[in-house]
């Protein structure tokens, strides 16, 4: 029972260096989202996607670009980070876009951009 | 901008202590989840609600829609349920749907 995988679980970037964060799940899931956790922040949506091929923008994209080639896969980039990228990364999935629907989270990725 | 809040921020407790931790919200709700993070994990989601009450083992999630209110009760707590809960309202209306995290509550249960 994978659920929602996350590779790297740790990265150090140097400012300006890009990076490629994946997310994996094997619910079949249609929704995927990405978002970051800041200390004294709640979590906040980067970039979500309702089905293969599709993907659209959360509450703070800038910076980041992602796709969804394949329904499993939900892909973050970074093009050129920044230290205020530094951040807990989540990614989750659900089955749904509705009231009722359960949110299946990763381990998340910590990410330094020194 | 719908907002939710959550109290206290940290508590420490000991062992066997009943827990209660409280989520308000600013607008009226579709849902509100329940989440749990412990140290160093990921998150999983514990409870889903939008009426009335919900009991999970040792845990309990209750809603008040009329005052936008929910709290999450522990009963003999452990320390294993040290971690940090999350509560997040499922907002749907004016073309902004989605989830709106609190900031989560720091619980800590010694032994």
């Known amino acids: 029972n994978a659920g929602v995988t996350q590779t790297p679980k740790f990265r150090v970037l140097k400012t300006g260096q890009s990076m490629t964060l994946l997310c994996a799940q094997d619910m079949n899931h249609e929704y995927m989202y990405w978002y970051r956790q800041d200390p004294g922040m709640g979590l906040r949506l980067i970039h979500y996607?309702?089905?293969?091929?599709?993907?659209a923008k959360g509450e703070v994209p800038d910076g980041y670009n992602v796709s969804r080639l394949k329904k499993q896969n939900f892909l973050l980039g970074l093009e050129s980070a920044a230290p205020s990228q530094t951040s807990v990364y989540f990614c989750?999935?659900?089955?749904?876009?509705?009231?009722?629907?359960?949110?299946?989270f990763g381990q998340g990725t910590r990410l330094t951009v020194v | 901008k719908n907002e939710v809040e959550q109290s206290p921020q940290n508590l420490t407790a000991q062992e066997g202590e009943f827990i209660t931790i409280n989520c308000s919200y600013s607008?009226?709700?579709?849902?509100l989840h329940w989440l749990q993070q412990h140290p160093g994990g990921g998150i999983v989601s514990l409870f889903m609600l939008s009426s009335g009450k919900k009991k999970h083992g040792r845990l309990i999630a209750t809603i008040n829609i009329q005052e936008k209110h929910s709290s999450l009760h522990i009963t003999a707590s452990h320390p294993r349920d040290s971690a940090v809960y999350i509560c997040a309202e499922w907002y749907s209306g004016g073309g902004a749907d989605g989830l709106t995290f609190g900031k989560g509550t720091h619980l800590i249960i010694q032994p």
């Open positions: 996607s309702v089905g293969e091929g599709t993907t």
């Open positions: 989750a999935s659900s089955y749904s876009w509705t009231v009722n629907t359960e949110a299946f």
């Open positions: 607008v009226g709700i579709s849902a």
